[in-house]
């Protein structure tokens, strides 16, 4: 599944996607088509329950857009551009399991807001994070202006997008923009431990609790509490129910099929 620019490793039941496309891993039209591509092909991979993203190399997890594209003020390529980002960040939020962000370094505009699509984010200590798109006369159009606040709140996302406020890792932490901070070079290793967690969990259930909290965002709570026990029962149709019940009473480690 790997190309030049999104290199994919698997380790177990994590697949380990890395942003590669020097000097700063910015994303462009063929990075993004790959995203949502690779993702698609994970959804389909039962034996996939979690995928960690980063960046190569030691400086940035990713720069965000790559501004060239955007040089002439030709529109149509904005818009195919946007759509590309959207779509590519979409998949990743909609992804089956669980996600999580390595982030290395810099990630900055379309480069955060790729972290932002992901259900947790470590951060190395000396990381930067900013979306400074209206700096350039642009905004966030991958989920920036979405996901943020629903993270540190709107007083914090106004900050860094109507101000252009960049933050490190340790205020990233304090407003809830990342659930760690790390030592530099540590949170590839943190975020596969983390992963690995993950495959521990029944990937059926997983699956499951991931969209009633991001369903949380936009539904009311009734409906959440009726969705909840709906998707419940809908558990005693799977094989993993029965598998994590029959385990946990023999008293030994269940074996997922995620089915």
Sequence with gaps: MSNDKILVERRGHTALLTIANPPANTWDIQSLASLESLIEQLNQDKDIYALVITGQGEKFFSAGADLNQFAEGDKRIAREISDLFGRAFEALSNFRGVSIAAINGYAMGGGLECALACDIRIAEEHAQMALP?????????????????????????KRMILCGERIGAQKAEQIGLVEEVVPRGES????????????????????????????????PQADGWDKERKLFLEL???????EGVTAFLEKRSPRWLNA
């Design 188 to 219: 590839l290793a943190f975020a596969l431990r983390l992963a690995e967690k993950v495959g521990e969990q029944s990937p059926s259930s997983v699956s499951r609790c991931k969209r009633l909290v991001m369903s949380a965002r936009v539904s």
């Design 133 to 157: 798109e209206a700096k350039v006369g642009l905004l966030p159009c991958a989920g920036g202006t979405q996901n943020l606040p629903w993270l540190v709140g709107e007083g914090w996302a």
């Design 236 to 242: 005693f149709e799977t094989e993993d129910q029965k």
